[in-house]
């Protein structure tokens, strides 16, 4: 079972920490994705896996075998570690053909004639380049010089591949192509991929599981919609979701765990926990954590406020309101528009809401809310 | 008349006018002399009267074709130092690849220690004038057989063996060690800017170590080498002062020498025809460096990140290794100078006796029975002339030529892709092809006359700047398209939707932010301009003598004090400028194309 256990890594390059004692296990045939800003990290902790990179301390474990250890002076080469890897920039030979590229890992292996060529068959019939065999790579547009990419990492059939941001040199629309593919590649080979993007929405769309990172630490290491819905963190609720979590600052007025009452620049809130009662001291501050689509607009909403501005796009229409002072975005779903500067009524319906520490960003709970009359309305 | 007014409108942007302005120039000055030189291959010269019977000057005659190729003395003209020259060539490609190649790929690949040192001392021996070495070399190995014998002699007792000391040997190394600097910073740079990925892919294929320098580093490198070998091959094919200095005394003949030779001596026609025949084979090599870098799996893309490279271990030979490459460097760098210092004081060389030390090549007042009473070098007004003379012509070379390549920059990159652009861009890199003896040549033959408007230019400053000038065109044109190119449309193009001047707008916008790219189109033209000898030899006259030429004159005579005292002074001029100009502006010679 090709189960990747990361123990304790750290890595230093001089006085600057990349990586602080990441601790993950990436469970065998699971689709899991590196997420996170650039510099974060996830690159790096890709090419310490694959033996690119070697930790400054740790021990990493693939399919049960130890491939590095600091404590036991153990590092075997990326040759022995059975691994494929798929580069940014996919890394192709340019003075090799497309053929030339995909069998060069199984001369390395000893192929025989016969197999290698059944492997290049099946290869370019699974990843649609049979006509391009003969081709160099400056001959080939970026969605083939990526599938060509993908035919050579998979050749020698590697249980554990890994993929360093590998739609992000694609246009919009072949990458949306491309994500598919990937999950069904993932599916079809039956191996255990782990996957490096700052794009959220492919974390999101694509993982079994996601490892969000930030500045070397990982800030949250689990399902897409886990994350989406459970965040332990305030970085984790604004990195994930698109539009952005509205964040508005918050004071406690009433410490009162069965009445809790916050109080914003424009708002009165009245708090109410999903389950368990924290405990909260008067004049602590907060921030809270509104999803956009926990934001409905009806003609009848309780709350007054303005349309700032709307950006239909035909499925959903995003539109920024004002009330007061405080801007919030909200996504009504279906083809509709609102007219900019009109009025229209809000409400907040949902019972998760996220309170986070100001201070420290984690997560004090989630609950429902409701707004004091006397503090809204008038815009 | 829509005619008219196309041109109209086409002439109402600059960078036409000076598209238009620069080919016309330019064909006059390159593509124009060729042609001549053509002509004077069939004319009888006035020193050649006699051995043409019945001729008059000017007449037109087969006779140098037919003596140089098929004539009975044939072999000695012509076919002989063709022969060596191509030898040398060959061989000088080899050492300087070699050696380039392997210092490129230690510092860049490997753990070695003194980096940045290595570099820069590497970098030296193509600074400094190529027939620097050479001079250390007799200084160190010459022996007995032209005179007083060398520093190895004087301190081992051993008499250096001829083929050692002169000849074909001494010329491909210090040939080679002058243009290994070359290879070293074009393969250097193709390893340091090739994408890591690539190997680290075939890393993770379980490649070997071997196998992937075997198979993907090499590969890749190849073109660039390919590249790298015709130049050198060219650059080594028309050099002069290194096979003059070092095989004239076993009389080992090059083309570049004969040139000189018959072009001095009586039968000019011969040495219009060896110039034709080395421009041939110069456009040749840039022919068949066309065809290889535009062939179908070119490597365009070869770059990428590559911050963090795997280097090779070299483990236990690794303080060793580091410690031999840099007494190695030294050896051919700085050792070489301070021979020169301490030559320029001995009254004959290969005595090491505190006697025979004196100051008097310096600042003495010449004494009748030493070298015909030449006064010391810091006292001798030619050497002061000479000096001056070396020092306007390379102002003036580099003002020159660093303008007109930057508005060759500015017209080709403007133009892209149309024939007028390229047919510029090619136009102005022609001169780096043509030797540079050979192109003295073309041009003693094209203004020894009067043409058209131009009055003969022969024994004028004028005609020894408007060469310089051509010549290193090609360094000062690609900094500019460079620079240019660099820069992109889009910073002109915002200035001139507020209506800024063209003027304004390269004066205040294009050169203040390329600066150092700019500058190095100036400097480099100055530093090669400074170091020339084969170039402008064929042009001076007596009252148009430069710091080179009288060197070579000194060195001919054997007055090793004073050609050892001056290469001293032109070595640490062009390096003490190339360090000032590199810390204040970032540019640096070493960046350029080779010469």
């Given at each position: 079972?090709?189960?990747?256990?990361?123990?304790?890594?750290?890595?230093?390059?001089?006085?600057?920490?990349?990586?602080?004692?990441?601790?993950?296990?990436?469970?065998?045939?699971?689709?899991?994705?590196?997420?996170?800003?650039?510099?974060?990290?996830?690159?790096?902790?890709?090419?310490?896996?694959?033996?690119?990179?070697?930790?400054?301390?740790?021990?990493?474990?693939?399919?049960?075998?130890?491939?590095?250890?600091?404590?036991?002076?153990?590092?075997?080469?990326?040759?022995?570690?059975?691994?494929?890897?798929?580069?940014?920039?996919?890394?192709?030979?340019?003075?090799?053909?497309?053929?030339?590229?995909?069998?060069?890992?199984?001369?390395?292996?000893?192929?025989?004639?016969?197999?290698?060529?059944?492997?290049?068959?099946?290869?370019?019939?699974?990843?649609?380049?049979?006509?391009?065999?003969?081709?160099?790579?400056?001959?080939?547009?970026?969605?083939?010089?990526?599938?060509?990419?993908?035919?050579?990492?998979?050749?020698?059939?590697?249980?554990?591949?890994?993929?360093?941001?590998?739609?992000?040199?694609?246009?919009?629309?072949?990458?949306?192509?491309?994500?598919?593919?990937?999950?069904?590649?993932?599916?079809?080979?039956?191996?255990?991929?782990?996957?490096?993007?700052?794009?959220?929405?492919?974390?999101?769309?694509?993982s079994s599981r996601i490892c969000l990172m930030k500045e070397g630490r990982v800030q949250q290491y689990a399902a897409p919609l886990e994350i989406y819905n459970h965040p332990t963190n305030c970085f984790c609720a604004e990195f994930v979701g698109n539009p952005t979590i509205n964040l508005i600052d918050v004071e406690c007025c009433k410490d009162d765990p069965e009445d809790i009452q916050l109080v914003s620049e424009d708002f009165h809130f009245y708090f109410k926990p999903v389950s368990g009662l924290p405990t909260l001291r008067k004049g602590a501050k907060f921030l809270l954590g509104l999803r956009p689509e926990h934001i409905s607009l009806t003609e009848n909403g309780t709350i007054k406020?303005?349309?700032?501005?709307?950006?239909?796009?035909?499925?959903?229409?995003?539109?920024?309101?004002?009330?007061?002072?405080?801007?919030?975005?909200?996504?009504?779903?279906?083809?509709?528009?609102?007219?900019?500067?009109?009025?229209?009524?809000?409400?907040?319906?949902?019972?998760?809401?996220?309170?986070?520490?100001?201070?420290?960003?984690?997560?004090?709970?989630?609950?429902?809310?409701?707004?004091?009359?006397?503090?809204?309305?008038?815009? | 008349m829509p005619a008219v007014h196309r041109v109209k409108t086409l002439l109402r942007k600059p960078e036409n006018v000076i598209l238009l302005c620069l080919l016309i120039i330019l064909t006059y000055l390159i593509l124009l002399p060729l042609f001549s030189i053509v002509g004077d291959t069939f004319k009888v010269h006035s020193s050649e009267l006699m051995r043409i019977k019945g001729s008059e000057t000017g007449d037109f005659t087969t006779y140098h074709w037919k003596s140089i190729f098929i004539g009975k003395y044939s072999r000695n003209i012509f076919y002989k130092p063709l022969i060596n020259t191509a030898l040398v060539a060959i061989t000088t490609c080899f050492i300087a690849i070699v050696l380039g190649g392997i210092f490129a790929w230690l510092v860049t690949r490997t753990d070695i220690q003194f980096k940045k040192l290595i570099s820069s001392l590497f970098i030296l021996p193509y600074i400094m004038p190529s027939w620097t070495l050479a001079m250390a070399w007799l200084n160190f190995f010459k022996n007995t057989y032209v005179g007083a014998p060398g520093f190895f002699t004087a301190l081992t007792g051993i008499q250096t063996p001829d083929w050692f000391a002169y000849g074909f040997f001494p010329i491909t190394v210090v040939l080679g060690l002058h243009y290994a600097p070359f290879a070293f910073i074009l393969i250097g740079g193709i390893l340091r800017n090739m994408d890591a990925n690539l190997e680290e892919a075939a890393q993770i294929l379980k490649a070997g170590r071997w196998r992937i320098i075997r198979k993907i580093t090499i590969p890749i490198v190849l073109p660039a080498v390919l590249s790298t070998i015709l130049l050198v091959?060219?650059?080594?094919?028309?050099?002069?002062?290194?096979?003059?200095?070092?095989?004239?005394?076993?009389?080992?003949?090059?083309?570049?020498?004969?040139?000189?030779?018959?072009?001095?001596?009586?039968?000019?026609?011969?040495?219009?025809?060896?110039?034709?025949?080395?421009?041939?084979?110069?456009?040749?090599?840039?022919?068949?460096?066309?065809?290889?870098?535009?062939?179908?799996?070119?490597?365009?893309?070869?770059?990428?990140?590559?911050?963090?490279?795997?280097?090779?271990?070299?483990?236990?030979?690794?303080?060793?290794?580091?410690?031999?490459?840099?007494?190695?460097?030294?050896?051919?760098?700085?050792?070489?100078?301070?021979?020169?210092?301490?030559?320029?004081?001995?009254?004959?060389?290969?005595?090491?006796?505190?006697?025979?030390?004196?100051?008097?090549?310096?600042?003495?007042?010449?004494?009748?029975?030493?070298?015909?009473?030449?006064?010391?070098?810091?006292?001798?007004?030619?050497?002061?002339?000479?000096?001056?003379?070396?020092?306007?012509?390379?102002?003036?070379?580099?003002?020159?030529?660093?303008?007109?390549?930057?508005?060759?920059?500015?017209?080709?990159?403007?133009?892209?892709?149309?024939?007028?652009?390229?047919?510029?861009?090619?136009?102005?890199?022609?001169?780096?092809?043509?030797?540079?003896?050979?192109?003295?040549?073309?041009?003693?033959?094209?203004?020894?006359?009067?043409?058209?408007?131009?009055?003969?230019?022969?024994?004028?400053?004028?005609?020894?700047?408007?060469?310089?000038?051509?010549?290193?065109?090609?360094?000062?044109?690609?900094?500019?398209?460079?620079?240019?190119?660099?820069?992109?449309?889009?910073?002109?193009?915002?200035?001139?939707?507020?209506?800024?001047?063209?003027?304004?707008?390269?004066?205040?916008?294009?050169?203040?932010?390329q600066k150092a790219g700019v500058l190095s189109g100036f400097l480099l033209p100055f530093i090669s301009s400074m170091r020339e000898l084969s170039l402008y030899i064929l042009l001076v006259t007596p009252s148009t003598k430069i710091l080179t030429t009288m060197l070579f004159q000194y060195n001919e005579k054997g007055w090793d004090q004073y050609a050892n005292a001056i290469i001293l002074f032109i070595v640490l001029v062009v390096i003490s400028l190339n360090l000032v100009v590199n810390k204040v502006t970032g540019a640096s010679i070493d960046k350029g194309i080779g010469g």
């Open positions: 079972m090709p189960e990747i256990i990361i123990k304790n890594a750290t890595k230093r390059f001089g006085n600057v920490v990349a990586i602080e004692n990441l601790d993950i296990v990436i469970e065998d045939k699971g689709f899991v994705t590196l997420l996170g800003p650039s510099g974060c990290g996830k690159t790096t902790t890709l090419r310490m896996i694959s033996g690119l990179e070697s930790p400054t301390d740790g021990d990493i474990y693939i399919d049960g075998k130890l491939v590095f250890s600091s404590s036991k002076g153990i590092d075997l080469p990326p040759a022995k570690r059975n691994v494929g890897f798929l580069f940014q920039n996919y890394a192709l030979w340019p003075h090799m053909t497309v053929e030339k590229n995909i069998t060069f890992g199984l001369e390395n292996l000893k192929w025989g004639k016969a197999d290698t060529k059944h492997r290049v068959d099946e290869l370019s019939e699974l990843l649609r380049i049979e006509d391009m065999l003969e081709r160099y790579p400056n001959e080939l547009s970026g969605g083939q010089q990526q599938r060509v990419a993908i035919a050579r990492t998979l050749a020698p059939n590697p249980k554990v591949l890994f993929m360093d941001e590998p739609l992000s040199n694609l246009d919009a629309k072949l990458r949306i192509e491309m994500r598919a593919e990937l999950k069904r590649l993932h599916l079809e080979t039956n191996s255990t991929f782990v996957y490096v993007t700052h794009d959220q929405l492919e974390a999101m769309t694509l406020s303005n349309v700032y501005s709307t950006l239909p796009s035909g499925m959903e229409t995003i539109v920024i309101i004002r009330i007061k002072e405080t801007y919030l975005t909200s996504v009504v779903f279906g083809g509709l528009d609102f007219k900019v500067d009109s009025e229209i009524g809000m409400s907040l319906s949902s019972d998760n809401y996220f309170l986070f520490d100001k201070s420290s960003g984690s997560l004090i709970t989630a609950g429902s809310l409701s707004v004091d009359q006397k503090y809204s309305g008038e815009p | 091959f060219s650059s080594a094919m028309s050099a002069f002062a290194v096979p003059a200095f070092l095989g004239s005394p076993v009389r080992f003949q090059v083309l570049t020498t004969q040139l000189f030779r018959t072009l001095n001596g009586m039968s000019p026609g011969y040495g219009f025809l060896i110039a034709l025949v080395m421009i041939v084979i110069g456009a040749l090599i840039l022919t068949v460096n066309q065809i290889l870098v535009g062939k179908r799996k070119s490597f365009a893309t070869v770059t990428g990140k590559s911050s963090n490279i795997s280097l090779v271990n070299l483990k236990k030979i690794r303080t060793p290794l580091s410690i031999i490459l840099l007494v190695f460097l030294l050896l051919i760098t700085i050792v070489p100078l301070i021979t020169f210092a301490v030559e320029s004081f001995m009254v004959s060389s290969g005595s090491l006796t505190a006697e025979n030390f004196t100051t008097m090549f310096w600042n003495g007042e010449g004494r009748p029975d030493v070298l015909s009473g030449e006064p010391g070098i810091l006292r001798n007004k030619y050497i002061y002339i000479g000096l001056w003379n070396s020092v306007r012509l390379s102002v003036l070379v580099s003002l020159l030529a660093g303008s007109i390549g930057l508005l060759v920059g500015y017209a080709v990159v403007k133009k892209r892709g149309t024939v007028g652009a390229n047919t510029l861009d090619r136009l102005s890199f022609f001169p780096y092809l043509l030797p540079s003896m050979a192109f003295g040549a073309i041009y003693l033959s094209m203004f020894a006359v009067r043409r058209g408007f131009i009055p003969s230019l022969y024994g004028t400053f004028a005609i020894l700047v408007l060469i310089g000038t051509v010549k290193y065109l090609p360094f000062a044109s690609r900094a500019g398209i460079n620079a240019i190119f660099q820069l992109g449309r889009e910073i002109e193009e915002a200035a001139m939707i507020f209506g800024v001047s063209w003027w304004k707008r390269m004066v205040k916008i294009i050169i203040p932010i």
